[in-house]
């Protein structure tokens, strides 16, 4: 799909978006490894998530999906059974990394694959600490990248310090320790978010975090519960973005995710000068919510890196987009994560901005974005990554012209209804052909 932007003179209104992709793919997870039943709401219904749902479908837990309500009728931790067919994560990479620590559980054996990205993403940040536990794990280049073959079971529980900040490695490991005897301990250079250790607490794991460091205990009883999933504050920092750089704009965006771990995006933006207001806010389930409300500012230049990263980090490219109109010379450094994302997100948004006439340097480790250089409507490509089609989309707003977006039919993975909501708050013209 191609996705055409045309200018916005303003927009403004009042939105929602999509759950947090993050949560609902641990309620899934955790449901299943339940006792007694799961309900969700605010599941968001994104390829990704759904390839949760259908890989434990296919370990062999039943789950119904209705238009407000997901259902997980949970297996027990001892519950699951071998799957008849390759598990396929499609482009899930959480899927594939945490569903590998359970696997890795398992008294069976399992083979994982996934798109031709995933595929190419690396695994053994997950395979290697997870052979330390016990397991088997083949898979090519000695388990570093898809598909992996992996047999489970008789783990034994382990302290492991991580040597990257990444929720997805410290929720493999957690996960994994729900099956070994005793605790399972991690340690992370910086603090990640931190999703999977507040559901593991709300199902009833015995679990201690302080800090970076976090420990589980093997065994736990889950016990299923009432999972309410608030909007996704990835897919909400495009419209704060938008809110920012589009003139005479206001958008207000009702009950987003507001966790401390995920929450630097606000933090980094309000340091450029950003108009934003957080307000109505609440805790459910142990996970804050909110309703942020973001109008057009006048952004600075600033310096991004160090600890915030892993708090920000799907929200850089953009992070990018917005730098692009601020005063003077934005850098984002500490990023080098973003290379093996869905693509290299560092060089997808260099490329990208550049094609639409930014001045951006590619940095090894990030990006270096000139702002105030007028912006001219170009073909630009996504590289089959969401994120960077919907940041590149929020430039088009800024850009004289159209901006044509190629393959943008990925955007589908976390935000199905991203054209929508564009054309909800007026101003503008969103065309997918």
């Given at each position: 799909m191609i996705l055409s932007i045309h200018p916005a003179a303003k927009l403004q209104g009042k939105i929602r978006v999509p759950g947090d992709k993050s949560i609902s793919h641990r309620a899934v997870m955790l449901g299943a490894l339940a006792n007694g039943t799961t309900e969700i709401t605010g599941f968001l219904k994104g390829q990704d998530c759904l390839s949760t749902i259908r890989c434990f479908r296919a370990l062999g837990v039943p789950i119904t999906v209705t238009e407000r309500l997901v259902t997980v009728k949970g297996c027990g931790l001892n519950g699951l059974v071998e799957p008849e067919n390759v598990l396929n994560v499609g482009n899930s990479g959480t899927t594939m990394r945490l569903i590998a620590g359970i696997l890795s559980g398992q008294p069976f054996t399992t083979v994982l694959t996934g798109d031709a990205s995933i595929r190419e993403r690396p695994m053994g940040r997950v395979t290697r600490p997870l052979r330390e536990m016990g397991a088997v794990i083949l898979g090519r280049d000695r388990g570093n990248l898809a598909p992996l073959v992996i047999q489970g079971g008789n783990l034994r529980a382990f302290t492991y310090q991580s040597p990257?900040?990444?929720?997805?490695?410290?929720?493999?490991?957690?996960?994994?320790?729900?099956?070994?005897?005793?605790?399972?301990?991690?340690?992370?250079?910086?603090?990640?978010?931190?999703?999977?250790?507040?559901?593991?607490?709300?199902?009833?794991?015995?679990?201690?975090?302080?800090?970076?460091?976090?420990?589980?205990?093997?065994?736990?009883?889950?016990?299923?519960?009432?999972?309410?999933?608030?909007?996704?504050?990835?897919?909400?920092?495009?419209?704060?973005?938008?809110?920012?750089?589009?003139?005479?704009?206001?958008?207000?965006?009702?009950?987003?995710?507001?966790?401390?771990?995920?929450?630097?995006?606000?933090?980094?933006?309000?340091?450029?000068?950003?108009?934003?207001?957080?307000?109505?806010?609440?805790?459910?389930?142990?996970?804050?919510?909110?309703?942020?409300?973001?109008?057009?500012?006048?952004?600075?230049?600033?310096?991004?890196?160090?600890?915030?990263?892993?708090?920000?980090?799907?929200?850089?490219?953009?992070?990018?987009?917005?730098?692009?109109?601020?005063?003077?010379?934005?850098?984002?450094?500490?990023?080098?994560?973003?290379?093996?994302?869905?693509?290299?997100?560092?060089?997808?948004?260099?490329?990208?901005?550049?094609?639409?006439?930014?001045?951006?340097?590619?940095?090894?480790?990030?990006?270096?974005?000139?702002?105030?250089?007028?912006?001219?409507?170009?073909?630009?490509?996504s590289h089959h990554d969401h994120r960077i089609a919907m940041a590149l989309a929020m430039a088009g707003l800024r850009a004289e012209g159209e901006t044509r977006i190629m393959d943008a039919d990925s955007i589908s993975v976390s935000f199905p209804q991203f054209q929508e909501t564009i054309d909800s708050l007026r101003g503008c013209v969103v065309d997918g052909h």
């Open positions: 990257v900040a990444s929720a997805q490695v410290k929720s493999a490991l957690l996960l994994a320790g729900l099956f070994a005897d005793g605790w399972t301990e991690v340690t992370e250079p910086a603090i990640s978010r931190n999703h999977t250790e507040l559901m593991l607490k709300s199902f009833g794991a015995d679990i201690i975090t302080d800090e970076k460091n976090t420990s589980v205990k093997g065994r736990s009883v889950l016990t299923g519960q009432k999972v309410v999933v608030g909007g996704d504050i990835s897919s909400a920092a495009f419209f704060i973005v938008a809110g920012l750089i589009v003139p005479n704009s206001r958008i207000i965006i009702e009950q987003v995710g507001l966790n401390p771990t995920r929450d630097g995006v606000i933090e980094a933006l309000t340091a450029m000068g950003a108009k934003i207001r957080i307000t109505d806010v609440k805790t459910i389930a142990g996970e804050l919510l909110g309703t942020i409300e973001a109008e057009t500012s006048e952004l600075s230049g600033t310096v991004i890196g160090g600890d915030i990263i892993p708090r920000l980090i799907d929200e850089i490219p953009i992070l990018a987009v917005a730098a692009l109109f601020a005063r003077g010379k934005t850098e984002i450094r500490d990023a080098a994560e973003l290379k093996v994302k869905e693509s290299n997100r560092i060089m997808a948004m260099a490329e990208g901005l550049a094609q639409l006439g930014a001045k951006v340097e590619e940095l090894p480790d990030g990006l270096r974005i000139y702002g105030g250089c007028p912006l001219r409507g170009n073909v630009c490509q």
